[in-house]
């Protein structure tokens, strides 16, 4: 079984200021690591996604995180932050085995951007 | 392509009526999972379906819910005798294989 840990519900940060959003899993089996971006009232977009290979992986809007598999940690970050980087990010876990392709999410991490 | 598309986007019903969901995938995508999103929590997974199949529906309360994906036509998401704690938003994904999910916009949900 999967589970996924974001342990911070909101994040306040100013514009232009660099934001990390912390995400932790835990898994029997190997994984593949996701992280949603969520804008009110819509549907979830992907922002990049670790399967294999590179730890360090970039996304779109500027988004990268880093598997860190001693850590059992999948952070966001961004280096500069815009007032459009506004919404809720949701971590999610996807197992290797059996027959489902089932996401496992996080709670969710409300990013407020401030002027 | 139109991506994954759910209508209707916003569904009221009063309590006991019934809800219908419907989710048409994205083109060449055979896989769909429904997904619920209650207030102020992430989205927990329902079920998964192949065409005309079943393939995991664990997370499927065990009364009034049942979902279908039929060889033509939309994946359907149905709840019967609804409740207010029914309401939610809805969320269906699409992928060709056992990776890359699209998800659609959502449906909410409310029951008054």
């Known amino acids: 079984a999967q589970s996924v840990t974001q342990l911070d519900s909101q994040v306040p940060v100013f514009e232009e200021a660099p934001v990390e959003l912390r995400c932790n899993y835990s898994?029997?089996?190997?994984?593949?690591l996701f992280w949603y971006v969520q804008y009110p009232n819509q549907g979830l977009q992907l922002l990049l996604k670790?399967?294999?290979?590179?730890?360090l992986v970039k996304g779109i809007n500027g988004f990268e995180a880093e598997f860190n598999k001693s850590q059992t940690s999948f952070h966001l970050r961004k280096p500069s932050v815009h007032i459009s980087d506004t919404a809720e990010y949701f971590c999610?876990?996807?197992?290797?085995?059996?027959?489902?392709?089932?996401?496992?999410f996080g709670t969710g991490t409300l990013l407020a951007v401030q002027p | 392509n139109a991506g994954v598309m759910q209508n209707p986007r916003h569904l009221v019903r009063r309590r006991g009526q019934e809800a219908r969901l419907r989710c048409s995938p994205m083109?060449?995508?055979?896989?769909v999972y429904w997904y619920r999103q209650l207030p102020e929590e992430g989205l927990k997974f329902m079920v998964y379906?192949?065409?005309?199949?079943?393939?995991?529906e664990s997370g499927m309360p065990k009364e009034r819910f049942s979902a279908e994906f039929p060889k033509e036509g939309p994946s359907i998401l149905r709840i019967q005798q609804v409740v207010r704690g029914d309401s939610a938003a809805y969320f269906c994904?699409?992928?060709?294989?056992?990776?890359?999910?699209?998800f659609g916009s959502g449906t909410r949900l409310t029951v008054v």
């Open positions: 999610a876990v996807s197992g290797f085995s059996g027959a489902t392709n089932k996401l496992i």
């Open positions: 670790y399967l294999s290979g590179s730890t």
């Open positions: 898994s029997s089996v190997s994984v593949y």
């Open positions: 083109k060449g995508h055979s896989h």
């Open positions: 994904a699409s992928s060709p294989d056992r990776g890359g999910y699209t």
């Open positions: 379906l192949q065409k005309e199949n079943i393939i995991d």
